[in-house]
């Protein structure tokens, strides 16, 4: 049996997966297991998921649901209005810029989910973290969604190859 027709799948598919959103996700998976689902998690284990969820995941979700777009070339790295024209000066933001973003989202989210759930839920354990896993995991399968609509050439991947 020969795997070259297995490698022409992997290759096909290998683009349409983004790895950051695929490990965005795997986090959310993670935390959410770890919060609500591991019968006593030491302390430092809890603070770590409890402020990787509060701090960075939703933010970063939402950072992929607004910039689908790579950053590089003339026209690849020029966002894009309903009709298409180019908008000036606008650029999509690099690597370094979408984790400070996914911070400063995550942060602002954070009063915004505070107040919604204060008038309804409460603050629990488990409305507050069902409530980022899903801002997270939306956020992130919407800027999957957007990535999937545009050119294979002009989709953003963070280069996990060049960081090992």
């Known amino acids: 049996m020969s795997s070259e027709p297995i490698r022409g799948r992997v290759a096909a598919v290998a683009p349409a997966v983004p790895a950051d959103l ?9 935390v959410v297991a770890t919060l609500l689902w591991l019968p006593s998690p030491s302390l430092v284990l809890r603070s770590a998921a409890g402020g990787l969820l509060l701090l960075f995941l939703p933010g970063y979700g939402l950072v992929a649901a607004l910039f689908p777009r790579r ?9 894009y209005d ?5 908008i000036p000066g606008v650029r999509p933001p690099s690597t370094a810029e979408r984790g400070a973003l996914g911070f400063g989202l995550s942060v602002a989210v954070l ?15 488990v409305p507050v973290v069902t409530t980022l896993s899903v801002v997270a995991v ?3 399968v919407v800027g999957w969604i957007r990535r999937l609509r545009l050119a294979p050439a002009d989709r953003y991947g963070p280069g996990v190859g060049t960081w090992l």
Do not use: K
């Open 22 to 30: 695929v490990g965005t996700l795997v986090a959310v998976g993670l």
């Open 138 to 140: 939306v956020g992130t």
């Open 111 to 125: 009063p915004l989910v505070g107040v919604g759930l204060g008038q309804t839920v409460g603050y629990d354990l």
């Open 82 to 86: 309903g009709v298409r024209r180019p």
């Open 71 to 79: 950053r590089s070339g003339d026209t690849a790295g020029r966002l």
